[in-house]
């Protein structure tokens, strides 16, 4: 009788754990949907495993804000950024890094706000003055854009991206054989970098040398099968010249590519309101 008894306890207890165990998985679960930033949450998601320390590590925050940057998730690359300052307010990288995810929102000037506090934090590092000086060209500040870029350069003589920012900005001030000595110098640092080829090429086109510009599109799209820039501005260089055949190529290849943007290739090419 006794051991009836014990036994009977037993299956109460176990059922009372399982009862118990399910409604912590029903909170929790809970928890993760009404919060979908919850952060360690979304770790144990991805990871499968908890990480415990990530809650008070900037740099993991900061991490994440990359990834979802790259992704283009501009809004929650905010939000990890912030968490990462909020962790470190000295952390300049995750100040510039939040200024080039509010500049691809069109938050311009509060983007320049981020870039100048990275500065005030690391004046030495190159990649904030150049990251402030595509900012300003989307605001059409072009003079101040130059100014950055050199600023980039004194920094670092050999940085890339200022360089050919440089020939895409004189570009825009009419100057084109300073533009293409701009590019030709990117060219000259990193041969396989497709931007240098399309600022150059821009520049070309704009002077009206069409057919060697066509020949630089070709080099950036040869470096980088994806170069979205490269497909486009060639293909309306194409259409320009009445080449229809070769157009199409590009226009097929950006809506391969870039399947978003698919009903704008399609007005371009079609000549449709």
């Known amino acids: 009788m006794i051991v009836i008894v014990i036994k009977k306890m037993k299956v109460f207890c176990l059922k009372k754990i399982v009862i118990f165990s399910y409604i912590l998985i029903l909170f929790f679960s809970f928890s993760c949907s009404s919060s ?36 283009m998730n501009f809004d929650e690359a905010v939000y990890y950024f ?9 952390f300049a990288d995750a100040y510039n890094s939040k200024g080039n995810a509010l500049s691809n929102l069109k938050k311009y000037d509060e983007a320049i706000s981020f870039h100048d506090k990275a500065i005030d934090i690391n004046k030495d590092n190159p990649l904030f003055y150049n990251d402030k000086g ?12 130059v100014d950055c870029f050199n600023i980039a350069l004194k920094k670092n003589k050999i940085f890339v991206k200022s360089y050919y920012n440089l020939a895409n ?4 001030l009419g100057d084109y054989s300073k533009a293409i000595d701009y590019a030709n110098k990117s060219i000259s640092l990193s041969k ?32 980088n099968k994806r170069y979205i820039n490269g497909y486009y501005y060639k293909m309306l260089l194409l259409l320009e010249l009445s080449k229809t055949d070769e157009a199409s190529i590009c226009f ?10 698919e009903e704008s290739y399609n007005k371009v090419f079609y000549k449709t309101p």
Request: aromatic share 8%; hydrophobic share 35%.
């Open 36 to 71: 979908p930033r919850n952060v360690t949450h979304r770790i144990i998601v991805k990871n499968g495993k908890t990480e415990t320390n990530f809650n008070k590590d900037s740099m993991n925050f900061y991490r994440e804000g990359l990834k979802l940057l790259k992704e």
């Open 82 to 90: 912030d968490e990462a300052i909020k962790l470190n307010d000295r």
């Open 134 to 145: 595509e900012v300003l060209i989307k605001l059409n500040n072009l003079k101040e854009a």
């Open 169 to 172: 900005s004189f570009t825009m």
């Open 192 to 223: 396989k970098e497709s931007d240098g080829y399309f600022y150059k090429a821009r520049a070309l086109e704009m002077m009206g040398n069409k057919e060697q510009a066509l020949k630089e599109y070709d080099n950036a799209i040869n470096y």
């Open 252 to 261: 097929n290849k950006l809506i391969e590519i870039d399947t978003k943007n």
